[in-house]
Structure formats: C-alpha cells, structure tokens
C-alpha cells in the first residue's frame, strides 16, 4: 500500500471514529466552535495560540463544512499526540496529531521583517527584502526532512493535480490512482512515455486547467440525479465540435487502446471474431459455406485528428 492510499484510509478512519470533522472538506477556515476546541487544545499542551489569526468560517452562509479539525471528544488524544516523535505514531494517530499541529499553527503569529532599504540604491530597492518568519509550535518532534525525496506513483500524481488546482478532496486520491494503474507515471520521475503520449494527442482545449474547472463546476451545480445528462450536454458545450468528437471517440472506440499499450504506430491489428455463415449452393447443386460478415482490420496507427486520445 502506498504512503498516499495509507493516509487516505487514515483521514476516512479518524472521521469515522468521531475524532475528527467531516474529512473531504477543502474549507481553510474553522466554525466558531472550532477555534474554541484549538484554544482549549492549546491550553492543555501549553502552547500559544491566537484566536484572531484564525479565518471564521460561516456554516450557513458559506457551505456544509468547515476545516478538518479534531472534535471535542479527541482533545485528550491530540494533547497526548502532539510531543510525541511522529516515527512512533500509528497512521490514525499521526493524522490526528497533524491535523491538531496544523490548527494549533492557524493560530499562531507569524513575524515580518521589513528592514529600511531606502539608502539603497534603485535597482535595490525593488528586490524582495521581505522575510518572513515561518510559525512553529514548541514540543513538535519529528523526523529530520530527508535531503532527497522519493516519491512512489500514485504521489506523484497526486501532486500534479493538486499543483494544477484540479480535482476534489473527494476524487484527487482515487485520480491519482488511477492514472498509477494505467503506468502513466514513473516511481520519482514524472509522466512515462505512454503518460507523454496521451498528453500530446489530448486536443489543445482538454488540456487547459480552466477547462477542467469549468466543466467540474457544471457536474457540481447538478447534485440530482436527473441533472446528469443536462450536466454532461452543458459540459460539452464548453468545448469545441473537434474536443466532442474526440470525447465520443474515445468513450466509442476501444480499439484505440492499441496505440497506448504498445503496438508499433506502422503495425495493423487483426481482430478475427467467429464470423456469421451462410450456406449458398453452387452451379453443381453442391452447398458451400460463404462467410459474409469478415472482421474489420483495426488500424492503430490513427493520427490524432482521426482518433485523438488522452487521459
């Protein structure tokens, strides 16, 4: 199992459990309630925290969820969690000790130093002097950062989508597997050739980020089930004739999965399937079997006008 599918289960199993708020929210702000229990948290470990820091988020006004947060029933965990070495913790325990610490930090101040560059010279004075103290909580250990990082597939898929603001708390993990199982991506790496290969044949419009967010937010504007398919015709209309005769194409056409898994672009695919016979006699009175329906030769050295492909 990998690291990403461990902690997916994880942040599921901790919800489950009670201990912590709804687990496929992609809020950044916490409930009123919320910040109180991370006020108290912050109390009992000893550690500072700023409620002002802390964005308020309006359940009624703005959605359903706030933050992933711990709940009241877990605050003596998370306590007990937060000094302890995360290389000792189980994943459960590690997902609720981060998601305290990453709380505990909302609150906690930050320092910006603006040193006087007016003696500089023009040039000078336009380079970002800022610094920025990054917030930290006392009493966190954790394992040193390693200098090289490695990541398995599924990660970097993973990182991809969240890099590109595509996808749901809901979906980018089950994404991200996806892609994995079709070896569109290295262990470390990045994309594979076959990965490279559905990227370039993908027309042009499929493959700009607002496209995908716009047809995200059309399928998210239709929660009944009824809606679906005005959802769908909706999502096509944002796309020209060429993008909807390619999605058509590649819903209908299987065969163009040869290209993709490994048959030489100049190289022909013959499916012969049990062919229909009919019996016909002949001058002499004899019968003979003429086959009438002959398989179809599969060409898969379609170019991408003809049958483009993507993910």
């Known amino acids: 199992m990998s690291a990403l599918t461990a902690l997916n289960q994880a942040l599921q199993s901790v ?3 009670g201990d912590t708020t709804y687990c496929r929210s ?11 229990i991370l ?18 988020h309006d359940l009624q ?14 605050m003596g965990k998370v306590v007990d969690l937060l000094p302890v070495d ?3 913790l189980s994943d459960e325990e590690f997902v609720l000790a981060e998601l305290g610490r990453q709380g505990l930090l909302c609150g906690t101040e930050i320092q910006v130093d603006l040193p006087d560059v007016r003696h500089l010279p023009d040039w000078a004075r336009g380079l970002p002097w800022e610094r920025v103290t990054a917030a930290s909580a006392c009493s966190y250990p954790a394992r040193p950062e390693p200098g ?17 603001g595509l996808g749901k708390p809901s979906t980018l993990v089950g994404h991200a597997n996806r892609f994995a199982m079709r070896k ?6 990045g994309l594979t050739h076959k990965g490279q290969r559905w990227l370039d044949l993908t027309p042009a419009i499929l493959r700009m980020v607002e496209t995908s967010l716009a047809m995200e937010a059309i399928f998210d504007e239709s929660v009944r089930e ?13 796309l020209g004739e060429e993008s909807q005769r390619y999605i058509t194409q590649r819903l209908e056409g299987q065969a163009v999965f040869s290209l993709l898994n490994g048959v030489p672009e100049n190289s022909r695919q013959q499916q012969s399937p049990p062919a229909p016979e009919n019996e016909n006699k002949n001058s002499e009175g004899k019968t003979t079997k003429q086959q009438t329906d002959k398989a179809r030769a599969v060409d898969a050295d379609r170019t991408p006008d003809s049958m483009p492909m993507g993910m």
């Open 226 to 238: 009824d809606d679906e398919r005005i959802a769908i015709e909706r999502a096509l209309a944002c």
């Open 184 to 189: 569109l991506y290295h262990p470390h790496t």
């Open 61 to 74: 006004a703005a959605g359903a969820h706030e933050a992933q947060r711990p709940t009241e029933a877990a």
């Open 39 to 56: 006020g108290r948290i912050a109390a009992r470990a000893g550690l500072p925290f700023n409620p002002e820091c802390i964005p308020i």
């Open 86 to 88: 995360t290389a000792l």
């Open 148 to 164: 090289v990082y490695t990541y398995e597939t599924d990660e970097i898929a993973f990182r991809h989508l969240v890099s590109f």
């Open 15 to 17: 919800y489950e459990a």
């Open 26 to 36: 992609s809020s950044r702000a916490f409930s009123s309630a919320g910040v109180a």
